[in-house]
């Protein structure tokens, strides 16, 4: 899953700061990361880390703002709504040309600039981490480290599969009960940072929000529309 998570900051570096972390693995953080080792949690860390799973699990639908900071100091913003169980859009606003789409099958990135357009199973991306109806941070990834202190409590995640290095780090805001930011690293120490903000909890969403042009049969992922 975390694999997953880096392979997208790879086309967050090359394509203007699309994707959020979500689709494609691309191996990141250096090779020290190989050598982290799994934190030996305690009760009040084990409480620490299902406040942060309790965020994901307590709401059917979310919508908020994002603001994105690239490698290179870009930065891009836009709107996203989720709606449970499977589907997300992440509106960028201009200049930004990009949009994600997750229908609960299918997650679509779309390149309105040159009119590519990316599929991906949701199955196969860590969509699922946020989008699932039971989210177990503790089964989902290896947990390294839980930090709390200034009122937040700083998670980081690697892979469950140990020849993936890595490190994702979330932050959680204890007063707010929310999750504000989370970030990546890519394997030359790039950092994607992507913080939320402006977060509504519940109502209905239109469901053209989450319509997607589904790939046409053993198509996927780079078709070009």
Same mark, same amino acid.
């Given at each position: 899953?975390?694999?997953?998570? $880096?392979?997208?900051?790879?086309?967050?570096?090359?394509?203007?700061?699309?994707?959020?972390?979500?689709?494609?693995?691309?191996?990141?953080m250096s090779q020290s990361a190989l050598a982290a080792k799994d934190a030996a949690l305690q009760p009040d860390q084990l409480e620490q880390i299902n406040k942060v799973s309790g965020f994901f699990?307590?709401?059917?639908?979310?919508?908020?703002?994002?603001?994105?900071?690239g490698p290179r100091g870009n930065?891009?913003?836009?709107?996203?709504?989720?709606? /449970?169980?499977?589907?997300l859009r992440f509106e960028y606003n201009p200049p930004?040309?990009?949009?994600?789409?997750?229908?609960?099958?299918?997650?679509?990135? /779309?390149?309105?600039?040159? /009119?590519?357009?990316?599929?991906?199973?949701?199955?196969?991306?860590?969509?699922?981490?946020?989008?699932?109806?039971?989210?177990?941070?503790?089964?989902? $990834?290896?947990?390294?480290?839980? $930090? $709390?202190?200034?009122?937040?409590?700083?998670?980081?995640?690697?892979a469950k599969n140990r020849s993936v290095p890595g490190q994702l780090q979330i932050v959680y805001n204890e007063e707010r009960a929310a999750v504000e930011q989370w970030a990546i690293v890519d394997g030359e120490g790039r950092r994607t940072t992507i913080s939320l903000s402006e977060l509504k909890v519940g109502g209905e969403h239109d469901a053209s929000l989450f319509k997607v042009k589904r790939p046409r049969t053993g198509r996927a992922k780079g078709d070009n529309r």
């Open positions: 899953m975390l694999r997953k998570l $880096a392979r997208l900051a790879g086309v967050v570096v090359v394509g203007a700061g699309i994707g959020a972390l979500f689709v494609q693995p691309l191996p990141f699990n307590g709401f059917e639908s979310l919508t908020g703002q994002f603001t994105q900071v930065v891009s913003n836009g709107t996203f709504y989720i709606s /449970k169980p499977g589907k930004s040309p990009y949009l994600i789409v997750s229908d609960g099958t299918w997650v679509v990135i /779309k390149n309105k600039k040159n /009119k590519r357009t990316d599929h991906y199973p949701l199955s196969s991306t860590p969509l699922k981490l946020v989008l699932g109806h039971n989210v177990d941070l503790t089964r989902e $990834a290896r947990v390294l480290n839980v $930090a $709390a202190g200034d009122g937040s409590i700083v998670l980081t995640l690697a």
